[in-house]
């Protein structure tokens, strides 16, 4: 069955870079998961909803990043439950972590924090070893994985690298990779690199794609295999025929 992905984001709008989409988007990769959709959505209920309307129906693995702190407005946990009509359950052992890193930096948990140890019955808590905010691992129903992150991105890579990552290897999604080579043309349009490479676009494995950048055209060559080294033997040829 092919596997399907979306990355539903809360963001500010405009005004932040969205580091975290890049940085996911490029372990997918590694794991040879295909990254098709992205979306951003602010702090409101039915919107978030929407969003996750949408992507249930077109995806089985939806990785959440922002929305998990202690404020109103952090509204991804919350969201996500209600969606799935489930309850949130308190987690004691949540609670602990968090009044303990209040501690070490001498100061005492505010109570807002207390929402932070909330996660749907059923999920499973992605630890934070940094920040105050956990993410969640919860499979809610057949075919679909749910995760979420908080939005500071060095949090979120470390939560990442030391238990989404294994833990998606360990469901089998980390079987292949994939692998990119972009190749930068000067002095040619790129409606006439696309058609001078136009037998490869249609190419399953290696996929091919065109863009057009400042002052040139580049050519993404993309396959996915078992390895590293399969990966770019499979591109290579392309490679050396759009070069020439």
Not at 18 to 31: D, I
Not at 50 to 77: H, K, N, Y
Request: aromatic share 8%; with cysteine.
């Amino acid at each position: 069955m092919l596997k399907l992905f979306v990355l539903a984001l809360r963001y500010c709008w405009g005004k932040l870079l969205n580091s975290n989409a890049q940085y996911l988007a490029q372990q997918l990769a590694t794991l040879g998961i295909p990254h098709y959709y992205q979306t951003v959505v602010g702090d409101n209920l039915p919107r978030i909803h929407q969003v996750m309307e949408l992507a249930c129906r077109r995806s089985q693995l939806i990785i959440f990043t922002g929305g998990l702190g202690p404020t109103p407005d952090d509204l991804t946990t919350e969201a996500i439950a209600q969606f799935f009509n489930t309850p949130l359950i308190e987690k004691p052992e949540v609670l602990d972590d968090i009044r303990q890193k209040f501690a070490r930096r001498g100061r005492d948990m505010s109570p807002s924090n207390r929402k932070q140890a909330l996660i749907p019955e059923g999920a499973i808590l992605l630890p934070n070893p940094t920040g105050s905010a956990p993410g969640m691992i919860w499979q809610p129903r057949p075919y679909l994985t749910i995760l979420t992150f908080p939005g500071v991105p060095r949090e979120m890579h470390i939560m990442w690298e030391q238990t989404a990552a294994p833990y998606l290897r360990s469901q089998g999604w980390g079987a292949e990779t994939i692998y990119s080579r972009t190749l930068r043309f000067w002095g040619i349009p790129e409606s006439v690199l696309a058609e001078r490479v136009g037998d490869f676009l249609a190419l399953e494995n290696p996929t091919v794609a065109p863009y057009a950048g400042n002052g040139e055209a580049r050519l993404r060559i993309s396959a996915k295999a078992a390895t590293e080294a399969a990966a770019l033997a499979a591109i290579e040829p392309i490679d050396q025929k759009s070069v020439t």
